[in-house]
């Protein structure tokens, strides 16, 4: 201890020594500042407090030894505001402020600061201070601990709640405030049952008690209580604490409310409840295509489970690694630019190597914060639809009976064949193909022998032409083939091969065995370069078809580029023809049958003309052929019916003297096909009052190549009393023998038979047999076309009942048949009349008989 020596000690009364004794052995610091701020004293207690020998301190002076302090809030304290300073000033003792010291070593002492003026004479100037000081840096740091942790538990956004061994709450953070409604001035004290449902109290405590009890912290989710009642779900951690002695002093529960996420876990739960029961397969992948989530329906989709897909890279289900590597690619750089792909569909490998085909529809995934994650895909099966699609294209595109390609494949592969042959130079075969005697089959043997006829007809097609050529089916029993070939020869050598394979005899379904059927074919064949247009090639091979037909069957025909003219002028007088009816262009002209004795008329047929309105009269050879190719016969056929029934009851009305004349009308196998001939033939002659004794229907000799259904027809007609006669006879293929069983009663012999009556022998035998063979079947024979005397007195000879030629008549308009009946002088004429016969077209009539 120090001492100034001035006037301090004098003023004490008390021993010095005593006093210094006293002052020195002070277990707290003791400054005695003068009222000038100069220190008198400082006990050793003081200067270790500050860090500070006594000399130190008095060099401070006047500024006392507290510059540099600062207060609790670890703030400069201003000179003025220092106890020393305020205690000099008023003269009332400052007690206990707690400052801080920077010591000369940095660090920094708390010290408690009392100031005590002492008062002199004057009493409100005190004289100097003594001040007392206590370290109190241990004390302040405890608290300074103290505070922190308590705001540490306070942020802490968990519950905080510590019990003592009995429940009773002792610790209670904000956030226990928070998440259980309790302020903790009301939460302490009380017992954490009153948190807890007892239910999982009676069922868990002892067992987490003993748990904690044995040192262990416990974790786990819970029900817990709020205060107004309601109940949440918690995740609990509770921790035991322990004494120096290992007693179990308290517990420490940590809990946070998961309403929130057991909210979300539920939703992703449910979700995953739906993505693994859902039928589509369900794939997660991230932005790279790294698989994450993989369903039930993803493992049967492409058998791989989930084990085995998640962290793999998608394109291992790629088909070959490339080409489908860009379609996944594509389709995650659209995902990354979060576009959405709908009904994606692409083929994906199986784990066990097959393909599958799979429609897919992929969408962005997001997080919480909206940034971009990954790609969901839902995958469907898409095989079994597809397969439809094909089968119903396969459909749509084949013939179903024979299974090849139908007319519009047909179409397209022709287009293919001939853009191919444009670029290489080679050339295109198209051959049409029309069986014949189908009908003939499927009307005798029945429609399932037919339709196995036309299946093994397109075996035999396909069995005859290359991998590559298109055999198709056109319809009915037409086909057609389409080949490229180098030369008009390949083609027809691959045609006839054709023929050849069809010639070859069937044993069709239904038949016995042993039993076979043999038919032929014809065949249209047109060769052309690329250049020329499918329909054309079409049209001609079809022409040329025809033309097969009628050049006798069996056979191939080659398109000649000149008759397209003919069949381009045929298409356009169809589409004329077709109208002829409706717009009342057709007209019946007359030709009269002669009896060979007397040359009196026994009949009149209708021959049919159409008065085009550009043409002129057109002849029934330049359109018959047409109408009957095309069907439009059946109604010019009605049509003539009619008018003719017509115009005979009118001319009957108009010559009431006369015998009434039969009257023969032409009828083509259309016709007879058409399921109405007969109420229509019924129905006409009621309308126009004939009976059906006065009805001829002429048939073609053709039509005696009969099918089922007009064999029906004819019987049917020959039963109304209709007479049949078989026209144009011998000109087909009928044999003489088949004619007893047909329900005919008359022959009409062809003119060109007649042409030769009187000049050759030939002829005239021919005529003869057919004559003396009518007769033993009882069969009229009418001779056609008869132009001389000479064939008339032949015929005469051989006994010929009847005969019609331009010798007796031309045919004539209506009224020229009128006037031609009526003539006096006309054999067989009753009423004697003026005779200027003539056909509409203006021909002259030569030959007409006396
Ligand atoms: P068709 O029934 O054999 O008719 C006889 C054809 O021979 C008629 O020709 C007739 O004018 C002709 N003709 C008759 N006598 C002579 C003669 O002395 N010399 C020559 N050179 N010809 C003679 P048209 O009228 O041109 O008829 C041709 C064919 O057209 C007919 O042959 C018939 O098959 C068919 N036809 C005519 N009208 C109809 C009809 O309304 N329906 C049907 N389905 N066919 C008809
Ligand atoms: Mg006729
Ligand atoms: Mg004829």
Known sequence: MAETGTGVEEEFTVDRSRLRTMIESLGEGLLVVGSNGRLHTSNPAAERLLGLTHAELLARTPASPFSGAVDASLRPV?????????????????????????????????????????????????????????????????IERGRFQGALLDSAGQAIIATDTAGTIIFWNKAAERIYGWPAQEALGRNVVELIPSALYQAEGVKIFAELAAGRSWTGEFEVRHRDGTSFPAMVTNTPMFDDDGTLTAIIGISSDITERKRTEQVVRRLSAIVESSSDAIVGTDLEGTILSWNGSAERLYGYTAAEATGQDIRMLAPDRGAADDDVSAVLRRIARSESVQGFETVRRRND????????????????????????????????????????SHQALHDTLTGLPNRALLRDRLEHALAHARGHGERVAVMFLDLDGFKVVNDGLGHQAGDDLLVKVSHRLGANVRPEDTVARFGGDEFVVVCEVESIEAAILAGNRLLAAIEAPFVLAGQDDGEQVSVSASIGLVVADGEAAPEDLLQDADTAMYRAKARGRARLELFDRTWRDTATARLANFTALGRAVERDELRVVYQPVISVADTAPVAVEALVRWQHPERGLVQPNDFIALAEETGLIVSIGRWVLRAALRERARWQAALPN???????????????????????????LAEFGATPDSLILEITESVLMLDVGSYMTLHALRNLGVSLHVDDFGTGYSSLAHLKDLPVDALKIDKSFVDGLGTGDADRS???????????????????????????????????????????????????????LGAPDRPGATIPAPRSPREPSGATPTGLIR
């Not at 007690?95 to 010290?111: A, E, K, Q, Y």
């Not at 992929?362 to 898409?382: E, F, K, M, N, W």
């Not at 039969?662 to 129905?683: E, G, H, K, T």
Request: some cysteine; aromatic content about 4%.
């Open 78 to 142: 201003g000179q003025e505001a220092l106890p020393v300073a305020v205690a000099l000033r008023t003269g009332v003792p400052v007690l206990g402020d707690t400052l801080g010291f920077r010591l000369p070593t940095g660090d920094l002492r708390w010290l408690e600061v009392s100031a005590y003026p002492v008062l002199g004479q004057q009493p409100v100037k005190p004289d100097s201070v003594v001040v007392l000081l206590k370290d109190v840096t241990a004390a302040r740091a405890e």
């Open 353 to 392: 190597g097959n393909l599958v085909e799979t429609s897919l529809t992929l969408s962005p995934v997001y997080a919480d914060d909206g940034t971009l994650i990954g790609c969901s895909g839902i995958a469907r099966d898409d095989t079994a639809r597809k397969q439809a699609e094909r089968a119903l």
């Open 658 to 684: 006369q015998a009434p004349l039969r009257l023969a009308v032409n009828l083509s196998a259309r016709q007879l096909s058409d399921p109405d001939l007969r109420d229509d033939v019924v129905a006409a």
């Open 766 to 820: 021919l005529v003869a047999a057919v004559i003396a063979m009518a007769g033993a079947l009882c069969l009229e024979v009418i001779a056609e076309g008869v132009e001389t005397e000479l064939q008339l007195s032949v015929l005469r000879e051989l006994q010929c009942g009847h005969a019609q030629g331009f010798l007796f008549a031309r045919p004539m308009a209506y009224d020229d048949l009128v006037g031609w």
